[in-house]
């Protein structure tokens, strides 16, 4: 199955690609995680995407659309993919549908005061990428890794002023994705505003498992 999560910054789209790959035994792949690594190895992606991330702009189409259409063709794609973070712009959506249609779209449903809430509380591993919130969901130990003993930190594009910006860019041209799949009948809402545990079970009845 070729899915796609589709749904504003801070909804909870990475937390439940954590549990839907051991539900679906399909790859996560997060344009995301994969920019944050290339900045995180100091690449010549990463030196060039670094400083539009952190302000919480999108990198360009032409260098995204290659990125994805590059990963998609690796050999763990072939079988299906939980694809996180891609598309966000309607050329980026227009694209993908020639290279690698999807089956189905998850739409996670939750207002801005709600992810507003989840970014600015949220702490990640710099080793491997694990989600945690200084609320919902806190390491056992601070500052560091459950699963990894890495060191636990803010995202630099968690700050206020690039979580704003991030929002607004989201309603300017991610958000009409959400028209352009309903339309094609793959579209699927799923409430994201409960629980982690509840969220789980709201995708495994969205996608009749
Ligand atoms: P990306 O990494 O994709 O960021 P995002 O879409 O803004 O999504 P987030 O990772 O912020 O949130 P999430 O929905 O995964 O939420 P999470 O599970 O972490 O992209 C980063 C940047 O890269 C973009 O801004 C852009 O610059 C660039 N980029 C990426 N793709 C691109 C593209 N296609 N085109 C151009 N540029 C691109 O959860 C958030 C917090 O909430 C966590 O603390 C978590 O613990 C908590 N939480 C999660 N679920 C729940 C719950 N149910 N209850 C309580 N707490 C919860």
Redesign the pocket.
């Known amino acids: 199955m070729k899915l796609l ?1 589709l ?11 954590v549990k839907a790959v051991e539900l679906l035994k399909l790859p996560h792949i ?4 994969i ?2 690594s290339a900045i995180a190895g100091k690449s010549p992606l990463g030196l060039k ?1 670094k400083g ?2 952190d302000s ?6 032409e260098t ?1 659309i290659e990125l ?1 259409k590059e990963r998609l063709a690796l050999e763990d794609a072939k079988k299906g993919f939980i694809l ?6 309607i050329p ?1 959506a227009k694209a993908l549908a020639e290279f690698s249609p999807i089956d189905r779209v998850i739409n ?1 449903d939750i207002p801005d005061s709600g ?1 507003v809430e ?2 600015s ?4 591993c710099r080793n491997c990428g694990l ?3 200084i ?3 806190k390491p056992k130990k601070e500052g560091i890794c459950d699963a990894c003993g890495g060191e636990v930190y803010v ?1 630099d ?2 700050r206020e002023e690039a979580i704003r910006k ?1 929002l607004r ?2 309603r300017d041209q991610t958000a009409p994705l959400i028209g352009f799949y309903r339309e094609q009948g793959i579209l699927v809402d799923v409430d ?5 545990e ?2 789980v079970e709201n995708f495994k009845k969205a996608l009749g498992l």
Not at 30 to 33: F, K, L, P, Q, V
Not at 121 to 124: A, C, F, I, K, N
Not at 192 to 196: E, F, I, L, S
């Open positions: 999560f749904g504003p910054p801070g909804a909870g789209k990475g937390t439940l690609a997060s344009t995301g995680a920019f944050r995407v539009i991330i919480g702009q999108l990198v360009d189409d995204t994805v996180d973070g891609f598309p966000r712009t980026q996670f992810v989840r970014l509380g949220r702490r990640v989600n945690y919130h609320v919902f969901s995202r594009d968690d991030r860019v989201y994201a505003r409960p629980p982690v509840e969220v």
